[in-house]
């Protein structure tokens, strides 16, 4: 062994995700030395490598061949240095590569990781929101059920939400986040470290209005939710407001109503307004 190879092994390497400047030193140097380089898409990896001035061999390792691609490079890990790498920022972060992971750890094949840029983190700390406990949930679900069920799941969770969204379904996950989560602090994060980087600031409710009206956004978004509002309601003013919504509306609109006024958690308000109605 020379003293420039790498000792065998997988290495996961967090790439830049906009700014090909964020690339950091020892992230370079691992893939100007691996002896192949496991990338979602070799084109945008290949334009990274070019940047870097890296001649390391690609194979294409995603979702839809991993399963295909995966011993293969368990067996080449045995023996050579396999980079791993993702389009942009940190693999196996809402990505399926943890599977090669654990299949390393199984085979005894050492894994190490070369940290660096990661959108969820790099949007926490833009959005001013509160960082000391955070959940990250990736991308939501694309249907509304799914969407709306996880919301409410989530609801309750005392701490920041962090989601990964696309441009066409950012209106619309503003305005189920607003419909379940009322009356909470969020940013919308978009182009993280790029020219156009832009973060915008608001309610659920505001932000709802706002790309409602201005229409699909583009480039790469995270949305950073605030954890739910701290506000001290006794059980017997629930119970009143609770009471005189229901009165007027149906059992869906007052537990809406109620959940966002008094800024407790939409489920908490529904599974008590359930508790009330059987009485």
């Known amino acids: 062994m020379t003293a420039e190879s790498l000792d065998p092994g997988i290495y996961i390497v967090a790439t830049p995700i906009g700014n090909l400047n964020d690339l950091t030193f020892r992230a370079a140097d691992i893939l100007k030395r691996a002896d192949v380089i496991a990338a979602e898409d070799t084109r945008i990896t290949g334009k990274l490598l070019k940047h870097i001035g890296s001649a390391v061999h690609m194979v294409s390792h995603h979702e839809h061949n991993a399963h295909i691609v995966r011993p293969e490079l368990l067996a080449r890990a045995q023996k ?70 996880v919301l409410a799941e989530l609801g309750t969770v005392q701490a920041t939400l962090v989601f990964y969204e696309t441009g066409p379904r950012l209106a619309r996950f503003l305005s189920a986040a607003a419909d379940i989560l009322g ?23 505001a932000l709802a209005a706002h790309y409602d009206a201005a229409g699909a956004p583009k480039g790469e978004i995270v949305v950073v939710i605030g954890p739910p509002l701290v ?14 919504a229901m009165d007027t509306q149906t059992l869906k609109m007052a537990v809406k109503e109620v959940a966002a006024t008094l800024g407790i958690a939409r489920g908490t308000v529904y599974q008590r307004a359930l508790e009330l109605k059987a009485e």
């Open 80 to 149: 050579e240095a396999v980079a791993l790498v993702t389009d942009a920022g940190t693999p196996l972060i809402s990505d399926p590569g943890y599977r090669l992971v654990r299949a390393a750890r199984d085979a005894g094949v050492t894994v190490t990781s070369i940290p660096g840029a990661c959108a969820a983190i790099t949007a926490l700390t833009l959005a001013g929101l509160p960082t000391d406990r955070f959940l990250f949930a990736g991308f939501a679900p694309p249907k509304e059920k799914g969407l709306r069920d």
């Open 183 to 205: 009356m909470r602090e969020a940013a919308v994060t978009r182009e993280l470290t790029k020219m156009y980087e832009e973060v915008v600031p608001g309610t659920l409710p």
């Open 231 to 244: 506000i001290e309601t006794s059980e017997a003013d629930l119970d009143a407001a609770l009471r005189a």
